[in-house]
């Protein structure tokens, strides 16, 4: 069997649930020696289930067994020295520690970065937390329902108007939060020499989505104009159709913006007069008349399958998808083909299914082979030949250029709209040198989204753009000319990554295809990111972000209780996917300097994307059970109260989670001991899940009689996890998100001030450069000149030609 790409690193992960482990094993399913550090009872995760039959079992939980498979698996009381001190044995030989707890606690126990540096400098620290390491919110108890709604995410995209914001029927904040930690913290591993030593990766699950999925395409214009939007619960407001409409048999995920798409759709409706109207070739216009338009479409589309719109639209041009539920998506023929699903074997559990790896390494193969440890499993294989700690004495600290660690690292980016720039995005705030490859002659759709500063509509002013597109520089060439490629082949033959997410063939027709890019680097790193993958039936499948999802079983989940899915209104999947592919293209940069073979990684974001189900996937397979839309109720109903709940105000709203008993003690004190509190039978977590309706209709009434910061406030200080719902206007005054910097004024090159997001992930060694994204061909004397040599004649001659255009 080929080595995993992250072969030889050595991981220690002290976490529980979602974020700590799945980042664990991201690390672990890629090669990585995790050693998976449990208390003596186990794993919260282990009491979460699903378990099969829903006979609770500690070996046999659906959501432990999808987040720890590859690992190795201990037990200690890090409460006690003893444990602590097995624990710094088993860190004087780690790459990695990646941990999860309240920072309080981990100073408690001496374990914080601070205290652990001294005695191991090299050491990577990755830190998950809901609000993160700094600010006001740094010990505020949180679960993943309280990051995800102080992200401004649910009361700007998802949701009806009037009623409660929603996040999708996953732990979204969590899974988030653990792919960006990955990313950064590989890298972080990486480049240890550059950097001069380890260091402390900061994550806030928080404020990874507020800065990439919502900042990204909503600060830059509240901070210039003073206005922002909200959930409308219909679809994408800027254009249409785009939305979720029903069917004969569910839903699909209806999607026709340019005209193209549109008079395909028409073709496939049988040209109905009313789509003929020049004025419907407009998608903004559409838009504006969709009250009239989405009944019309719905009267069509309820008098045919999913499955027939889908594959009869994507014929026709037209990006229409099915929206699948959990089993539909586990079963498609396409994931089959892929090899998508394996097969595991567990002492307990017994043979299984599971989802396996996010993104293929041809070179060096990843995903789940073995399946999740027994409770202290490998005590005796671990502990046993564990070295003594180090002497605890301050240990002189490496001295280095403190570089950021993919300095020297060179990425021709050819990625197209949103996931493929925050993929260059990523890598180049971690220190990368990358190039946008654009052109005039087909302009990037994100760089015509409104608003644009000081309202001047143009390709360079769109302040989404420059904010998304930030940490990538910019390169125009006219690819349809043989000049143009031959440029782009020779920036590339001094580049180390190629990154693409056109569809597959579209680097082939333009001679930029893996094989063609081994003959002038052959040890390129190339990843493309197309919507299925590189092959199988979908793999020419037509999406935007916003629809992706569907084909994953996500969108099934994301509604009220029992209702229809209700669509999120813009691309979740894209930020999601170009931070995981940032990952990916890491991992495969440190097998390519172990072994000097670069690899082409196949990245379908409908796998990747397919992990957020992971907890639902498991109930399928382990129950044969299908969920569907949950509102804000935890995903695996092991939590009650948990929900979004009204305030005083205008759409003002508090997310509350109640998971342990010590929890619903001290909601029932905030709320002065109501009499229908006390009922006996809802001190325990049974049955308040039993009464959950009633607790939620109670809770609710409770609720809206007060401002939602200082209910918050009031909660946390009885230690209820409780945080406000941020719409886009709080992110930008919040003070947890003013206190570490998310969202930063800039100078643009143009001569006009913005608002966009910074280093959304704080390391304490590493400082991010940070600058908005760049106007088209900002770098085309440098690359072309200085990098490539043509001399300023012919480089002049190249523009006049526009070949460099």
């Known amino acids: 069997m080929a080595e995993g790409a992250l072969e030889g690193i050595r991981v220690v992960e002290l976490g529980q649930l979602v974020s700590a482990p799945y980042c664990g094993k991201l690390f672990a399913d890629y090669g990585a020696d995790v050693i998976k550090v449990e208390p003596p009872e186990g794993d919260l995760a282990r009491r979460w289930g699903p378990f099969p039959d829903d006979v609770p079992h500690a070996e046999k939980s659906g959501l432990y067994h999808f987040l720890n498979t590859n690992k190795r698996g201990v037990t200690l009381d890090v409460t006690r020295p003893d444990g602590r001190e097995r624990l710094l044995q088993l860190l004087s030989r780690a790459d990695v520690l990646i941990e999860n707890n309240a920072p309080a606690r981990m100073q408690e126990w001496g374990l914080d970065y601070e205290t652990l540096s001294a005695v191991h400098p090299d050491l990577v620290m990755i830190s998950i937390t809901p609000y993160g390491q700094t600010g006001p919110y740094r010990d505020w108890k949180a679960y993943d329902l309280n990051a995800y709604h102080l992200t401004g995410s649910s009361s700007r995209y998802c949701g009806r108007e009037g009623e409660a914001p929603l996040e999708h029927g996953t732990f979204a904040a969590d899974f988030f939060g653990a792919v960006a930690a990955a990313a950064w913290g590989l890298a972080a591993v990486h480049g240890r020499a550059n950097a001069g030593g380890g260091q402390l990766v900061d994550v806030s699950c928080a404020e990874a989505i507020a800065a990439t999925f919502v900042g990204g395409q909503n600060i830059g214009g509240y901070a210039q104009d003073g206005v922002f939007g909200r959930r409308t619960g219909v679809g994408m407001p800027l254009g249409a159709p785009a939305t979720i409409v029903p069917c004969s048999d569910g839903h699909v995920w209806m999607l026709a913006l340019e005209p193209g798409q549109w008079n395909g759709l028409a073709s496939v409706m049988g040209n109905p007069d009313w789509m003929q109207l020049e004025m419907f070739q407009d998608m903004y216009t559409r838009a504006q008349n969709a009250d009239a338009i989405y009944p019309l479409i719905e009267e069509w589309t309820l008098a045919h399958g999913k499955r027939e719109i889908m594959d009869r639209c994507q014929e026709a041009g037209c990006p229409v998808t099915a929206v699948f539920d959990v089993a539909e998506a586990a079963e498609q023929p396409h994931l089959s083909e892929r090899g998508y699903l394996v097969e595991l074997e567990h002492a307990e559990l017994g043979r299984f299914r599971d989802l396996g790896a996010p993104f293929k390494l041809p070179d060096s193969p990843g995903g789940p082979t073995r399946a999740a440890p027994l409770l202290g499993e490998h005590n005796a294989e671990v502990l046993a030949d564990a070295p003594a700690a180090a002497p605890k004495t301050a240990a002189a600290r490496r001295t280095g250029n403190e570089a950021l660690p993919l300095d020297g690292i060179r990425v021709a980016n050819f990625g197209w709209v949103w996931a493929g720039p925050v993929t260059g995005q990523t890598l180049g705030f971690l220190g990368a040198e990358v190039y946008k490859i654009e052109s005039q002659a087909r302009i990037d759709l994100t760089r015509g989204l409104p608003p644009f500063a000081g309202g001047e509509r143009d390709p360079n002013r769109s302040l989404s753009n420059h904010a998304c597109w930030a940490g990538n520089g910019s390169v125009t060439l006219n690819l349809k000319r043989e000049e143009a490629r031959d440029l782009a082949r020779q920036l590339i033959a001094e580049s180390d990554v190629v990154i693409e997410n056109f569809g597959p063939g579209v680097m082939k027709g333009l001679g930029l295809d893996y094989e063609d890019l081994c003959k002038v680097k052959p040890d390129i790193v190339m990843f493309s990111m197309p919507a299925a993958g590189l092959y ?229 060694r590493s400082k991010v450069r940070v600058e908005p994204g760049p106007a088209m061909g900002r770098d085309n004397e440098h690359v072309f000149t200085k990098l490539l040599g043509l001399s300023e004649e012919r480089y002049r001659e190249l523009v006049t030609q526009e070949v460099i255009f």
């Open 536 to 764: 199988g039936p979908l793999k020419d499948i037509r999406t935007y972000g916003l629809s992706l999802t569907s084909t994953t079983g996500l969108d099934s989940l994301t509604g009220y209780l029992d209702g229809p899915p209700i669509p999120v209104e813009n691309a979740f999947s894209d930020p999601y996917n170009g931070i995981m592919g940032a990952y990916a293209v890491v991992a495969a940069l440190h097998h390519r300097d172990r072994t000097g073979r670069g690899q082409h990684v196949d990245y379908s974001q409908q796998e990747a994307v397919m992990q957020m189900v992971g907890p639902a996937f498991m109930d399928y397979e382990l129950n044969q059970r299908v969920a569907g839309t949950l509102g804000n109720r935890h995903p695996l109903g092991a939590a009650a109260p948990h929900g979004v709940f009204p305030c005083a105000g205008e759409d003002r709203w508090i997310s509350i989670a109640v998971v342990e008993d010590d929890e619903w003690r001290g909601l029932v004190r905030a709320m002065g001991e109501p009499d229908w509190a006390g009922a006996p039978g809802l001190a325990g977590a049974a049955g308040r899940i039993e009464h959950l309706d009633e607790i939620h209709e109670k809770l609710g009434a409770w609720t809206r009689e007060f401002d939602d910061r200082e209910l918050a406030e009031r909660l946390q200080a009885e230690g209820v996890a409780a945080a406000p719902v941020l719409n886009v206007a709080d992110l930008l005054h919040d003070p947890q998100y003013r206190a570490r910097e998310t969202f930063i004024e800039v100078e643009h090159p143009l001569g006009f001030r913005e608002t966009i997001y910074g280093a959304y992930v704080k390391t304490s």
